[in-house]
Structures are given as C-alpha cells and as structure tokens.
C-alpha cells in the first residue's frame, strides 16, 4: 500500500504547534487570574485594571536582586562605561 504525503505526520511541526498552544493557555490563565485578582480589590478605574492585567507576566523581584548586589547585565550595554 502506497503513503501519500497526507498520511506522513511531521512531528516537528506538531511539536512546535502544541508549545505554542501550551503558552497561549498560561497565558490565557495568568491574565484571567490577575483579573478576577483586580475586580476582588475593587481598582478604581479602568487604567488600573488593565494595567494590572498587562503586567501580569511580571515577577516580584527577590531578595538577591536589591541594590548593591552584582548585576550580570548592564542597563545599557551600547553605552560605554565610565570609570
């Protein structure tokens, strides 16, 4: 029995299509839980709560990242340094 090209599954792409649903799911929870997060604390205006919607990716810093400690990268790295 011969295979035609539509029987073949290109895995790869497969692969990368699921990653991306993956993400769009995260991303649909993350932004749905700082939602329901915004209307339980009653923001004042609409600005606010789609600001807090927007920056919902957005980690708190750690202890580790307060002034003082080394930082790995610069703020700008085009700039040159001064000394």
């Given at each position: 029995m011969a295979t035609s090209q539509h029987?073949?599954?290109d895995f790869p792409a497969?692969?990368?299509e699921l990653q991306?649903?993956?993400e769009s799911e995260r991303k649909y929870v993350?932004?749905?839980?700082?939602k329901l997060r915004a209307?339980?604390?009653?923001?004042?205006?609409y600005s606010e709560f789609r600001d807090l919607v927007l920056t919902?990716?957005?980690k708190p810093l750690e202890?580790?990242?307060?002034d003082g400690a080394p930082r790995k990268q610069?703020?700008?790295?085009?700039a040159p340094r001064n000394k």
């Open positions: 029987d073949v599954i497969l692969e990368r991306v649903v993956i993350r932004e749905n839980e700082a209307v339980s604390q009653r923001v004042g205006s919902c990716h957005l202890k580790k990242d307060k610069p703020w700008n790295p085009v």
